[in-house]
């Protein structure tokens, strides 16, 4: 079937809750997808920020397939040995001491949510149940996370939103210091806001924070639902600020493209969810844990991190020197490893559509903001691509 027949089949059956563009992906090799009429593009997207070793990695590939043979699913009720062994591997590269999966990222704020308010209320009174997240910050569509989420855009005709969700400008701890009072329980933040546009906070930021947190005794939430696994050059995006939360979440790109989201804690704060707590019917389950272990194998054998740094610092320094040739368009390039903004003077819809019908896809996260997030297998070759095609564009407007 054409391109053209899936997407009249998809305005009659499928709900129009994404603004789609005119693409049907067939297929997928590294940093490139194949439509259904046979067309080739260069894949900056990643399914946003999702396919970290790129499309169909054999690896990861091959986990899903043997496992998808041996025992897709059996349920929470029994042990899981490649749920026990991704757990393991995620406690041995972060701060955590234990576990909960799940199957996307707003279900592990969820769960980081529930934790929080849990053991806050176990161990400080009742009345400890506030949660105090950024502005523009983006945790989910769930009821609680939509309430979390720091974005009028996505509460609009919902509420009654989740009650006790406090919001407070990012990068600002003076203003989060001024927020907290005696129901505050936990402070939840991006290390780095994605969908709010790519904006990096100051190192110092994050160590004020913590410190609020040990001194208030608050609990310290990372979302690295988008920049985790690899993203930024470090495992954890948080590892650049020198310090560590007390409970972080991950889903995004952590199984290499199954469905799949975690939240990792602390043994003190794990146990708070206690059996009948929490839970999740596929959560976990063998196949998807199965790619997890594989994308995080592949990430360590495969050199991701060393590699995700260098090509960062040669893609940011090039976008750098695109700001310097077009200074009325470019207004600034930020980002750390290849979580990467590019701040335009106007709004970025028509070059994400132009650079679409020329084989490129991009991203523009906000109005303004150009979102570079491609596979972090990229090399300087598909870079170089990449910068041709954005390069005409811009110089036709
Ligand atoms: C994508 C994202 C989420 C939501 O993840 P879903 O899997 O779509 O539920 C939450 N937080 C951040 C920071 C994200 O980027």
């Known amino acids: 079937m054409t391109s053209t027949a899936w997407i009249e089949k998809a305005d009659k059956y499928i709900m129009k809750t994404y603004g789609r563009y005119p693409l049907v992906p067939v297929k997928g090799e590294g940093c490139y997808l194949w439509d259904a009429d046979g067309k080739k593009y260069l894949d900056f997207l990643a399914g946003v920020a999702v396919n970290n070793l790129g499309h169909c990695h054999p690896k990861v590939t091959a986990a899903l397939a043997s496992q998808a043979a041996e025992l897709i699913h059996c349920s929470n009720y029994y042990h899981i040995p490649q749920q026990i062994e991704l757990a393991e591997l995620l406690c041995g590269l972060s701060f955590a001491d234990k576990a909960f999966f799940c ?8 769960a980081a949510i529930k934790l929080a308010r849990k053991y806050s209320r176990e ?42 969700f406090r919001h407070v400008p990012f990068n600002d701890a003076k203003a989060l210091r001024e927020a907290i009072g005696p129901c505050t329980c936990a402070i939840m933040l991006e290390p780095i806001q994605g969908e709010g546009g790519v904006v990096v906070p100051d190192a110092s930021y994050f160590q004020e924070v913590r410190q609020l947190c040990n001194e208030q005794n608050l609990i310290l939430i990372f979302d690295e639902v988008q920049v985790g696994m690899g993203r930024t050059g470090k495992m954890f995006a948080h590892e650049h600020f020198g310090i560590t939360p007390d409970i972080m979440t991950l889903a995004k790109a952590l199984a290499g493209g199954a469905p799949i989201g975690t939240m990792l804690a602390t043994d003190k704060l794990a146990e708070a969810f206690t059996p009948g707590t ?75 559509k132009t650079a679409l019908s020329r084989g490129l896809l991009l991203n523009c996260a906000q109005e303004k903001v150009l979102r570079f997030v491609p596979p972090l297998i990229v090399g300087k070759k598909e870079v170089d691509e990449m910068l041709a095609t954005f390069t005409g564009i811009l110089q036709e407007l």
């Open 103 to 110: 199957n996307s990222g707003a279900e592990a704020n969820e």
């Open 278 to 352: 929490h839970g999740s019917t596929f959560g976990g389950n063998p196949l998807v844990t199965a790619a997890g272990v594989a994308t995080i194998r592949a990430i360590m054998e495969e050199g991701i991190l060393n590699h995700t740094e260098e090509i960062g610092e040669y893609l940011m320094g090039e976008l750098e020197a695109l700001k310097h040739k077009f200074p009325g368009l470019i207004k600034e390039v930020r980002g750390i490893g290849l979580m990467i903004g590019v701040e335009l003077s106007i709004p970025g819809g028509d070059i994400v």
């Open 123 to 164: 161990n400080y009174g009742l009345d400890r149940y506030e949660i105090i997240t950024a502005i523009s910050s983006f945790h989910g569509r769930t009821m609680a996370t939509v309430s979390a989420t720091g974005q009028e855009k996505v509460q609009k005709f919902f509420d009654p939103l989740l009650h006790g």
